[in-house]
Antibody
Framework: QLQLQESGPGLVKPSETLSLTCTVS??????????WGWIRQPPGKGLEWIGT???????YYNPSLKSRLTISVDTSKNQFSLKLSSVTAADTAVYYC????????????????WGRGTLVTVSS | DIQMTQSPSTLSASVGDRVTITCRAS??????LAWYQQKPGKAPNLLIY???SLESGVPSRFSGSGSGTEFTLTISSLQPDDFATYYC?????????FGQGTKVEIK
């Protein structure tokens, strides 16, 4: 059974870089049918798609975060990672990694499998 | 960006009630809409995709309808496990946006 698990520091200082990793277990990140994404949720607020990567390394970023964002994949470790630079308190959120299936004909994607999420607080 | 607006923001209902949540898109998204359920401290769980397709394992009391700009999620008979927050998400573009959520509370 495929599972996703986020890991990384729970506290990041303002202006520094937030780094998280998602480990995929029970299946291969190199599946041709799947894309891998990051979504965040500030405390008490709604959901925001951050970005997505395919196992080949192709990336898709939320335009509002693109200038600060890097998403990468390590197929040998079955992991993908998020780096968000120059963080502020507004980046405090629960960060989820998720899978979305390749959907023939669809312009975008939905998320059918989620990690449990990890809270990242930006504070000095 | 396509804006998604859900109504109501909060809904009070009793076990056994029929519940309907509405999601409106700022422009046509065809049927590229998903619905999720989220419980406190948990990740969202996919309920519906392509506006009306039920995700495997989701109870049949959940149903979705609509196309273009107006969509609904219906719970035919509310169960205790259904008290949660529900989100719609458009995927008409790769930068898919979510609605602000509808919290279903116990009346």
């Amino acid at each position: 059974q495929l599972q996703l698990q986020e890991s990384g520091p729970g506290l990041v200082k303002p202006s520094e870089t937030l780094s998280l990793t998602c480990t995929v277990s029970g299946g291969s990140i190199s599946s041709s049918n799947d894309y891998w994404g990051w979504i965040r949720q500030p405390p008490g607020k709604g959901l925001e798609w951050i970005g997505t990567i395919y196992y080949s390394g192709s990336t898709y970023y939320n335009p509002s975060l693109k200038s600060r964002l890097t998403i990468s994949v390590d197929t040998s470790k079955n992991q993908f990672s998020l780096k968000l630079s120059s963080v502020t308190a507004a980046d405090t959120a629960v960060y989820y990694c998720a899978r979305h299936p390749s959907i023939v004909g669809a312009p975008g994607w939905y998320f059918d499998l989620w990690g449990r999420g990890t809270l990242v607080t930006v504070s000095s | 960006d396509i804006q998604m607006t859900q109504s109501p923001s909060t809904l009070s209902a009793s076990v056994g009630d029929r519940v309907t949540i509405t999601c409106r898109a700022s422009q046509s998204i065809s049927s590229w809409l998903a619905w999720y359920q989220q419980k406190p401290g948990k990740a969202p769980n996919l309920l519906i995709y392509k506006a009306s397709s039920l995700e495997s394992g989701v109870p049949s009391r959940f149903s979705g309808s609509g196309s273009g700009t107006e969509f609904t999620l219906t719970i035919s008979s509310l169960q205790p496990d259904d008290f949660a927050t529900y989100y719609c998400q458009q995927y008409n573009s790769y930068s898919g946006t979510f609605g602000q959520g509808t919290k279903v509370e116990i009346k």
